[in-house]
């Protein structure tokens, strides 16, 4: 068997910086106003939650 070539950084690095992204984004909505805002913040900090739930559920598969 030969060896895999190593993955480039954006591929093991850029899905866990855009939920990063979006998790800060989703922080500072909530600082800022409320009504739309709010509801803003709350999607986008429901995003990691979502993707754990995502990966954890493709995982017991």
């Given amino acids: 068997m030969k060896p895999r070539a190593p993955l480039p950084l954006p591929a093991i690095f850029g899905i866990p910086a855009a939920i990063a992204l979006v998790t800060t984004a989703g922080l500072v ?6 009504g739309l805002m709010d509801t803003l913040s709350w999607a986008a900090l429901s995003v990691p939650i ?3 739930a995502w ?7």
Wanted: aromatic share 6%.
């Fill in 29 to 34: 909505t909530a600082l800022l106003d409320d």
């Fill in 50 to 52: 979502l993707v754990a």
């Fill in 55 to 61: 990966a954890w559920r493709k995982r017991e598969r």
